[in-house]
Nanobody, 121 residues
Framework: VQLQASGGGMVQAGGSLRLSCGAS????????MNWYRQAPGKERDFVAG?????????ADAVKGRFTISRGTPDNTRYMEMQMDSLKPEDTAVYYC??????????????WGQGTQVTVSS
């Protein structure tokens, strides 16, 4: 499973950004798709996730400001995260993550390359 994330950038506090992530590869099934973030000098933290049935989950720090969504029924290997009312403390490298398996592998977490989000005050 290969993940490609995009959409990071620099924005002023109160602004918005949209991140996207697409998964590619052959013959795999995705369960959950998630976003994590890692600020300088800190651990990587969960931000938001969406399950195969569409159930969403958010970290308390982003509830009400971030919205995660998954692709159409024809494209469930794609997700986006709309980030509104951004704060300087949202500054971090954001990582796309999926929990997936293939006929020959167990359920495994896969990671994409990070995309930088910088929010200036």
């Amino acid at each position: 499973v290969q993940l490609q994330a995009s959409g990071g950038g620099m924005v002023q506090a109160g602004g918005s950004l949209r991140l996207s992530c697409g998964a590619s590869g052959s013959d795999f099934t995705i369960n959950a798709m998630n976003w994590y973030r890692q600020a300088p000098g800190k651990e990587r933290d969960f931000v938001a996730g969406i399950g195969s049935g569409g159930k969403t989950n958010y970290a308390d720090a982003v509830k009400g400001r971030f919205t995660i969504s998954r692709g159409t029924p024809d494209n469930t290997r794609y997700m986006e995260m709309q980030m509104d009312s951004l704060k300087p403390e949202d500054t971090a490298v954001y990582y796309c993550n999926v929990f997936a398996r293939s006929p020959t592998t167990r359920w495994t977490h896969y990671w994409g390359q990070g995309t930088q989000v910088t929010v200036s005050s």
